[in-house]
Each structure stands twice: as structure tokens, then as C-alpha cells.
């Protein structure tokens, strides 16, 4: 009997990342879809919808690197070719690996390796026969790949998010490391709404308007049923960050948020003063504001600049484009929820992101 160790997913694990082939940064899905579930250890996983084509699975140790496992799932050993996915996974695998009391090594097998043609050429290649257009190998590790006598293979170290080199025929790392496959997920209902993509909170998906309107218009007409988006970590910033830079096109612009200043005090009355607050409610415990603009003064609104992701105070008077957060169809429907991602139930799953 597998080990059932449920660990809820509250803002800051995901189960899956999806990645548009058309866009350099990373983007959570085309077109912007992804659903968040919990992180089962040496169990199988419940299913969620996501891109059509790419789930990523951390597998236990076993007993070779292993492709033909991830083969056997329909994919491939993972393939990296951009720096920001090459740190939003290491974000992730650090979390799983923080969150299994069982996980002992920094190292996770991707899906690069070397190979040398008549004695001359050598160069490194992805599994799965993507192109391998970007490295973050660590300093001295990319020049084994001229080493004729020993063929590596590339492992993931999440402690720096750096590549590293190891024999690939050598049994002693065979046991050592984990690795990590990208296998297509079954086909289910998109979790969020057409022209939306998804925050890191399941039930979460966030819409971007680039009709520039007041704060007030925004927060009263714009969102319809839902509300100005709140932002609750950091890694939920950048995630947010990354998709606005590629939907403004790359322009610095600021966008309203649902946060404004309110004049408020504590149950006993005390501690009055002007304070941040979220539109939907939730608590203002995470802030990214720019230097110098912190001030909790009256009247002001949030807007964040699409180009560095810091915060900043405004009028609410001025025009942006702005950002609501809109609910999933995983929210309005249990029955969805069932009906797509991973597939099966399957052992030695240390975390799917």
C-alpha cells in the first residue's frame, strides 16, 4: 500500500504548468489555462484540466535515468528553453522537495544529455528531440559534453536552479536522483474561461481588460460578477507579472489591482488609521510596493507595472487597462474537476506541478 501523504495545496504549489510555444516568457497555458490540485506523495493524483499537451511529473528514484519510464507515460525526461521556466520549475520542485520528509538530494534528472559523432562533434541534446536552445549549466559542466569517453546526462540541482553533469552509464547515481517527465494530460474542460489564464490558486483565473477605464469603472462595471485581482505571494506576482509583460506587448503599463487604502480601525477602537485592503476580501499580507512608494494614504488605489511587477499607489481617477479574478469552471463544477488531466493512478509520484 503506497504512502498517502495529502498535502493541500494553498498558494503556493501547483500541479502543472503549461507552456505557450509562442511566447519566450513563461505563460500558464495557450490559451492561459491551468488548474492546481493537491500534491499526493507515492500515490496517484486526481486529474485536472490544463494545456493540451504538457503535465509535469516527479518521479521517485528507480533504477535507471529514466526515459522509458516517462516514454511508457507518452512523454518525454523534461526539456528547458527559457529562463524563466527554467526557474518556475525549479520554484516548484523546491517546494515538493521541502514538503517530502523522504527526499534527500538536491539533484533531479531533465532530460538532457551528450553525444559525440566520429570522434569530432560533440553537443548536448533534449530526449525529446526539442531543440536545445538554452543552458543554465553551472560553471565547468557544459564542457563535458567534449568528453568522448563518457556520455552524461543532465540533472537539475534545486538548490541554484543550475545543470549539472553526471555519467549517464554509471550505477551508483541510477538510485540517487529523482526525475522529472512531461507527459500529456488527458483531455478535460478548460479551468478557466476563454481569453483567461490561471493564477496559482486552482480555483483562481485571472482576465486582462486593455481598455484603459478609471479604478471605480473597472472595479463596478468592468469585472462584471468578479472581482479586481488580489495578489497573494510572490510567486503568484511573477506569475501574474510574466503574463501581463507578453499581453501589453512588452510596453511598460500599469494595470489597476483590487487594492485600495480605507480608514479603519482595530475592535477596540484603536490603531486607527489608513490601511491596504483587497477588494475580494482577502488579506492585504503580501505587498510588492516600489521604493518609496509604501505610503498608506488616503484614497489610493493599486496598480502594477507590467514590466518589473511592483506595486504602486494612484489616484483612482487615472486610466489603466486592469486585471479581474474570475472563478474557474473547476469552482463551478465538482463534476468538471473529475473529467480531465494526468492520467491513472500510478506509484513512486513524488509531486505533479
Not at 66 to 87: F, M, P, Q, R, V
Not at 262 to 282: A, F, I, M, P
Not at 302 to 321: A, F, M, Q, R, S
Amino acid at each position: 500500500m503506497s504512502i498517502s501523504l495529502l498535502f493541500e495545496v494553498s498558494r503556493y504549489v501547483t500541479d502543472f504548468i503549461c507552456l505557450s510555444p509562442s511566447w519566450i516568457l513563461l505563460i500558464i497555458c495557450k490559451p492561459l489555462r491551468m488548474q492546481v490540485i493537491s500534491i499526493y506523495f507515492n500515490t496517484g493524483f486526481r486529474s485536472g484540466g490544463l494545456k493540451s499537451n504538457e503535465c509535469y511529473l516527479l518521479r521517485a528514484p528507480a533504477t535507471q535515468q529514466d526515459e522509458g519510464d516517462c516514454e511508457n507515460l507518452g512523454g518525454h525526461l523534461t526539456s528547458i528553453h527559457d529562463s524563466a521556466t527554467n526557474d518556475y520549475i525549479g520554484g516548484n520542485l523546491a517546494k515538493l522537495v521541502k514538503a517530502n520528509p523522504l527526499y534527500t538530494s538536491d539533484m533531479v534528472w531533465i532530460g538532457g544529455g551528450s553525444e559525440c559523432f566520429n570522434d569530432t562533434y560533440c553537443r548536448w541534446y533534449w530526449e525529446d528531440e526539442t531543440s536545445f536552445d538554452f543552458q543554465a549549466f553551472a560553471p565547468g559542466q557544459n564542457a563535458k559534453r567534449n568528453d568522448q569517453s563518457t556520455m552524461y546526462a543532465v540533472t537539475f540541482n534545486i538548490s541554484n536552479n543550475l545543470w549539472y553533469a553526471y555519467d549517464e552509464d554509471s550505477p551508483k547515481y541510477y538510485n540517487l536522483f529523482p526525475y522529472l517527465c512531461k507527459v500529456p494530460p488527458q483531455a478535460g474542460p478548460p479551468p478557466c474561461p476563454e481569453g483567461a489564464f490561471a493564477g496559482v490558486n486552482g480555483d483562481d483565473c485571472f482576465m486582462f481588460h486593455k481598455d484603459p477605464v478609471d479604478w471605480g469603472t473597472a472595479k463596478y462595471n468592468g469585472c462584471n460578477d468578479s472581482k479586481l485581482a488580489s495578489i497573494q505571494d510572490a510567486f503568484e506576482n511573477k506569475l501574474i507579472t510574466s503574463q501581463l509583460v507578453n499581453l501589453s506587448n512588452n510596453i511598460s503599463t500599469k494595470v489597476w489591482l483590487g487594492g485600495y487604502t480605507e480608514y479603519q480601525c482595530n475592535s477596540c477602537h484603536t490603531n486607527c488609521g489608513n490601511y491596504w485592503n483587497w477588494d475580494d476580501g482577502t488579506d492585504f499580507s503580501y505587498t510588492n510596493f516600489a521604493p518609496g512608494h509604501e505610503d498608506e494614504n488616503p484614497d489610493q488605489v493599486l496598480v502594477i507595472n507590467t514590466l518589473n511587477g511592483k506595486w504602486y499607489g494612484e489616484g483612482d481617477t487615472k486610466k489603466y487597462p486592469y486585471l479581474c479574478k474570475v472563478r474557474s469552471s473547476k469552482s463551478k463544477s465538482k463534476k468538471q474537476q473529475s473529467l480531465g488531466g494526468c492520467p491513472g493512478k500510478m506509484s513512486n509520484v513524488l509531486g505533479i506541478f
